[in-house]
């Protein structure tokens, strides 16, 4: 068996000031991710949990744990008794990073479905810390990472609207991605500036770009026809706007 990476790395430089990152089919016929790092390759399946493992015989490890509450809830018909140790939330932490890498390196491709995905998977992940942890300082430490998860995740379901031309769709989401993180802030005091920053300024980019419908380009025409006094032409362009909106009922 040659062991040697030599081969593969002289054929893929590394770029230190991008992420290089590429999808592969693997020997098992599964769509792998690969990153060029400095010293090397590393790889990741592209669904399920990124290392490729199944902890306890599940998908993942919050797949586990969420199947663990449901079956003390079915049995004692409360929660009271779930709780998640020191020991279950490093364990979470680190899926966690294994799925953050993963939509980092999605993202750059644009598979922003897939990193919608990913993203939906850290947020519930730190749903059940924040419910389930025994310590508080866990809790804590998990949602420090809620203002940049869901700033990610709102980039992508907008990103997703974009790609089918639904502007109105995209900037719901940000609306909603920014009030969940006010939301955020408010409860925790976690500083978020830059995460709501980068969602308001990309909304108002959108707002720039978004191609205007035929009415409201008839109603740009119809107020500086009115602001130049032409109103003849004022009248014949409401007509049409109204025959528009009728059109449209």
Same mark, same amino acid.
């Given at each position: 068996?040659?062991?040697?990476?030599?081969?593969?790395?002289? =054929? !893929?430089?590394?770029?230190? #000031?991008?992420?290089?990152?590429?999808?592969?089919?693997?020997?098992?016929?599964?769509?792998?991710? %690969?990153?060029?790092?400095?010293?090397?390759?590393?790889?990741?399946?592209?669904?399920?949990?990124?290392?490729?493992?199944?902890?306890?015989?599940?998908?993942?490890?919050?797949?586990?744990?969420?199947? *663990? &509450?449901?079956?003390? %809830? #079915?049995?004692?018909? #409360?929660?009271?008794?779930?709780?998640?140790?020191?020991?279950?939330?490093? +364990?979470?932490?680190?899926?966690?990073?294994?799925?953050?890498?993963?939509?980092?390196?999605?993202?750059?491709? @644009?598979?922003?479905?897939?990193? /919608?995905?990913?993203? /939906?998977? $850290?947020?519930? &992940?730190?749903?059940?810390?924040?419910?389930?942890?025994? =310590?508080?300082?866990?809790?804590?430490?998990?949602?420090?990472?809620?203002?940049?998860?869901?700033?990610?995740?709102?980039?992508?379901?907008?990103?997703?609207?974009?790609?089918?031309?639904?502007?109105? @769709?995209?900037?719901?989401?940000?609306?909603? @991605?920014?009030?969940?993180? %006010?939301?955020?802030?408010? =409860?925790? @005091?976690?500083?978020?500036? +830059?995460?709501?920053?980068?969602?308001?300024? !990309?909304?108002? +980019?959108?707002?720039?770009?978004?191609?205007? #419908?035929?009415?409201?380009?008839?109603? *740009?025409?119809?107020?500086?026809?009115?602001?130049?006094?032409?109103?003849? %032409?004022?009248?014949?362009?409401?007509?049409?706007?109204?025959?528009?909106?009728? $059109? =449209?009922?």
């Amino acid at each position: 068996m040659k062991r040697d990476l030599s081969p593969y790395l002289s =054929n !893929w430089d590394f770029d230190p #000031t991008d992420i290089c990152v590429r999808k592969i089919q693997g020997l098992d016929g599964r769509e792998k991710l %690969q990153v060029r790092l400095d010293l090397g390759i590393m790889q990741m399946e592209l669904h399920d949990r990124p290392d490729g493992t199944c902890p306890h015989g599940y998908f993942s490890l919050l797949e586990y744990y969420l199947d *663990q &509450l449901e079956i003390e %809830q #079915t049995k004692s018909g #409360t929660d009271e008794n779930f709780y998640l140790n020191r020991k279950a939330c490093l +364990e979470l932490s680190q899926e966690g990073l294994l799925f953050y890498h993963r939509y980092v390196c999605l993202m750059r491709l @644009g598979d922003f479905e897939a990193v /919608a995905r990913d993203t /939906a998977h $850290n947020l519930a &992940l730190l749903d059940l810390v924040r419910a389930y942890a025994k =310590n508080e300082q866990d809790r804590e430490i998990f949602e420090h990472y809620r203002p940049y998860v869901l700033m990610v995740h709102t980039r992508a379901r907008g990103e997703v609207c974009l790609q089918k031309g639904d502007y109105s @769709g995209a900037l719901d989401h940000i609306e909603n @991605g920014i009030d969940k993180i %006010q939301t955020c802030v408010a =409860n925790t @005091g976690i500083e978020a500036d +830059e995460e709501i920053e980068a969602l308001s300024e !990309w909304a108002e +980019e959108i707002e720039r770009d978004r191609p205007i #419908t035929l009415q409201q380009k008839l109603a *740009q025409k119809l107020q500086k026809a009115i602001a130049e006094e032409r109103y003849e %032409q004022a009248a014949r362009l409401r007509d049409r706007l109204s025959s528009l909106e009728k $059109n =449209n009922l």
